[in-house]
T-cell receptor, first 116, second 117 residues
Framework: AQKVTQAQTEISVVEKEDVTLDCVYE???????LFWYKQPPSGELVFLIRRNSFDEQNEISGRYSWNFQKSTSSFNFTITASQVVDSAVYFC?????????????FGSGTQLTVLP | KAGVTQTPRYLIKTRGQQVTLSCSPISGHRSVSWYQQTPGQGLQFLFEYFSETQRNKGNFPGRFSGRQFSNSRSEMNVSTLELGDSALYLC????????????????FGPGTRLTVL
């Protein structure tokens, strides 16, 4: 069975600070995808990034960056120079390729609050 | 392209009633998945439909059911509602046709917030 752990339940930072959200996953499959979603107060899950298990290159998109390390089964997300609009719940998720288990397995989420 | 739409956005029911939620996927997407989100259990997978067939099902009782129509729109039904069914129900769509089944990114709708009194 798959598992995603987001140990940080809540994080609070002041605007312009950098913040890293941790994600640790467990799976026996060698082929899988990892995702990050953002859930603002409106409730909709907004897709941020997808990474496959064969691509350990880090990725940067504007103020967002992701660090994927298979050796530690981690897929961490960093927001640089945080803004109030970044306040939301962030979910890390995993999907594997084998069998019929095509569903996303989500972590419990990290509530990020960016204070002005 | 229009995103995933879900109706209604809010719903209040009483115990014992049944409810039907609707989801319209992104145009061209053939896979629709449903998730339940509660404060206690987090986000949990309910089921996935592809080309009108249920392809996968999560660990939920038989009171939870769904279907998909030929235009890929999907409905989920919950019968004999219980207080614990109060949740945000999220629908996600993807193309569902990737050679590697996990490659399809799931795009979510705004959800239906169900309150059971």
């Amino acid at each position: 069975a798959q598992k995603v752990t987001q140990a940080q339940t809540e994080i609070s930072v002041v605007e312009k600070e950098d913040v890293t959200l941790d994600c640790v996953y467990e799976t026996r499959d060698t082929t899988y995808y990892l995702f990050w979603y953002k859930q603002p107060p409106s409730g909709e899950l907004v897709f941020l990034i997808r990474r496959n298990s064969f691509d350990e290159q880090n990725e940067i998109s504007g103020r967002y960056s992701w660090n994927f390390q298979k050796s530690t089964s981690s897929f961490n997300f960093t927001i640089t120079a945080s803004q109030v609009v970044d306040s939301a719940v962030y979910f890390c998720a995993l999907i594997i390729s084998s069998g019929s288990a095509r569903q996303l397995t989500f972590g419990s989420g990290t509530q990020l609050t960016v204070l002005p | 392209k229009a995103g995933v739409t879900q109706t209604p956005r809010y719903l209040i029911k009483t115990r014992g009633q049944q409810v039907t939620l609707s989801c319209s996927p992104i145009s061209g997407h053939r896979s629709v998945s449903w998730y339940q989100q509660t404060p206690g259990q987090g986000l949990q997978f309910l089921f996935e439909y592809f080309s009108e067939t249920q392809r996968n099902k999560g660990n939920f009782p038989g009171r939870f059911s769904g279907r998909q129509f030929s235009n890929s729109r999907s409905e989920m039904n919950v019968s004999t509602l219980e207080l614990g069914d109060s949740a945000l129900y999220l629908c996600a769509s993807s193309s569902g046709t990737g050679g590697f089944r996990g490659t399809d990114t799931q795009y979510f709708g705004p959800g239906t917030r169900l309150t059971v009194l």
